[in-house]
């Protein structure tokens, strides 16, 4: 998506200074918010058509990171997307001093950024040792030059790039974070290979005027065309208190905050998306919605903090939280899948690559009624455990090793008991009210 060059909005003049006492009654200014250009590419020499000597104008190479004596390969190409130049980022296996090129301009927060660059790779792999970073990333910074967040290696960035591919158009949106008074864009490739940038893109987008309400797990927001149904807040609210204590959740580092679109076109539009789907955004806690009420990505929100086991444990949660809710009974969906011999053994769904090829309709269901069977026979508090300690596990043989320390059984063993358990369930299989997609 391109953005219209022209400058539609510039914020006011500075703050006025305004005094408040302080300590020994010196009296100390409020702080002045930097001035910003709203709605117009920042990026100076964006398509990196002006050079000084081998340094694209109005850019700044810095080091990343490695302390090693061979550094990245970088420099002008006369392959552009549109113009006569781009500006590369080659990798070795030996690498070992990264250099990113970056830029820095003023931000205010309550505003959203749009960064975006067009990108094309050839041969980008990933080495032993080597970081997956290969793309265009934002960084923000505090009045006093420091990351407000350094729990990830960039605030946002695009989707990271692998193999060989022509031009393609690359963007992404993040809100200014409340400290923020500068942004770092920066083109990045901890990889071997090249990666090639141009026309690259940053714009701080006018705020579009949520309105909003703060409960203790959730701030709704809505926009004024459509404003938040109070019952519909309430009832969420609800949901998610009783969850949490049951989840052994007191409280969130940051508050879920789910935003309410006034429709799917605003929906689409607002998120640059071609077709509408609830998003959810994990790292920053947000649920983005046309539907006033959600019971399932609202739940991962919520269990974040908790860890990434396995997806088959972390969906399997998180449906018997839903199953409670909606009254499901998850039991008869599972024995119905049994007996027509279409459940896998549960632990040859442990590795990532098995569980994305696998019918996610039979596997979600199935692991849901193995979770609902373990809480009901040990507790939630052991399941909690289990969740929280397999973080991260991708091999089976991990994850029993972890499942025999907390349950002190043999998980292929206690596999089978559960369906052994499930041939005799006497559920109705009128109440099998799941829906059919089981995700």
Known sequence: MKIDMRITATCAALCALAFLAGCGGKEQPEEVLPEIRTNVNLVVNPGFEEWEG????????????????KRSYFG?????????????LRGLFDTGKWMVLTQRHPVRPGHEIL????????????????EDNANIYVRFYDAGGNRVSDRYY?????????????????????????????????????????????????????????EERATGFITFKWL???????????????????MAREA???????????????????????????????AARWDRRELHAVETFNDHEIIHLLLYDLGF???????????????????????????????????????????????????????????????????????????????????????DGAFSARFKDIYGLDFQETDRNWRIWLLRYQGDPAADTLPDEGD
Do not use: C
């Open 54 to 69: 081998f340094m694209p104008a109005g850019w700044e190479l810095r080091h990343f990171s490695g302390d090693g004596e």
């Open 76 to 88: 002008k190409s006369e392959e552009g997307a549109e113009g006569r130049f781009s500006y590369y």
């Open 115 to 130: 960064f975006a660059a067009d990108i094309r790779t050839r041969d980008i792999k990933r080495e032993r040792g080597q």
């Open 154 to 210: 960039a605030d946002a960035w695009t989707r990271h790039r692998l193999g060989t591919s022509g031009w393609r158009r690359n963007e992404e949106k993040v809100e200014v974070p409340e400290k923020a008074r500068s942004v770092e864009i920066g083109l990045i490739n901890q990889m071997t290979g090249y990666i090639y940038f141009d026309n690259v893109e940053l714009v701080i987008l006018e705020p579009l005027g949520w």
């Open 224 to 242: 004024p065309e459509r404003p938040f149904p109070a019952e519909a807040m309430e009832a969420q609210a609800k949901l998610i208190e009783e």
């Open 248 to 278: 052994g959740v007191g409280s969130l580092p940051e508050p879920i905050t789910f935003y309410l679109y006034p429709s799917e076109e605003a929906f689409m539009r607002i998120l640059d998306r071609k077709k509408y789907k609830t």
């Open 309 to 395: 086991p396995p997806v088959g444990l972390a969906k399997g949660l998180v449906f018997y939280f839903r199953a409670k809710h909606n009254e499901w009974d998850l039991h008869v969906r599972s024995k119905r899948f049994l007996m027509q011999q279409r459940l896998p053994a549960l632990y040859h769904t442990i590795d990532p690559e098995i569980w994305r090829e696998a019918d996610q309709s039979i596997l979600v269901p199935g692991w849901g009624s193995f979770v609902t069977w373990l809480i009901d026979r040990y507790g939630i508090e052991k399941l909690l455990d289990l969740y929280g300690k397999t973080n991260g596990v991708e091999d």
